[in-house]
């Protein structure tokens, strides 16, 4: 069973960075994409960030020119550099990974707070 764990989240104030992680369990190899999504309180889950196996790579319009994803395939891990932080940009930041066969996996979140 797959396990995707994400760490880096916290509290920080507007205009500050954080780098998000997502360590998979198995080798990111076999996961045509993987990407952060990210839900606020009261509103519904949204693409984030997401990253193809070959390192294509596509941004939400909102988080363009101040996030970045990227993967380290040796440490089988997928980041999220978050720079700029808004207070808009605060929710629950999830990993999600795609396999060949279409399966998704979800890791539980970590929380990113941004505020004064």
């Known amino acids: 069973q797959v396990q995707l764990v994400e760490s880096g989240g916290g509290l920080v104030q507007p205009g500050g960075s954080l780098r998000l992680s997502c360590v998979a369990s198995g080798s990111i190899f076999s996961f045509n994409s993987m990407g952060w999504y990210r839900q606020a309180p009261g509103k519904q889950r949204e693409l984030v960030a997401a990253?193809?196996?070959?390192?294509?790579?596509n941004y939400a319009d909102s988080v363009k020119g101040r996030f970045t994803i990227s993967r380290d395939n040796a440490k089988n891990t997928v980041y999220l550099q978050v720079n700029s932080l808004k207070p808009e940009d605060t929710a629950v930041y999830y990993c999600?990974?795609?396999?060949?066969?279409?399966?998704?996996?979800w890791g539980k979140g970590t929380r990113v707070t941004v505020s004064s």
């Open positions: 990253i193809t196996s070959a390192g294509s790579t």
């Open positions: 999600n990974a795609r396999s060949s066969v279409g399966i998704i996996y």
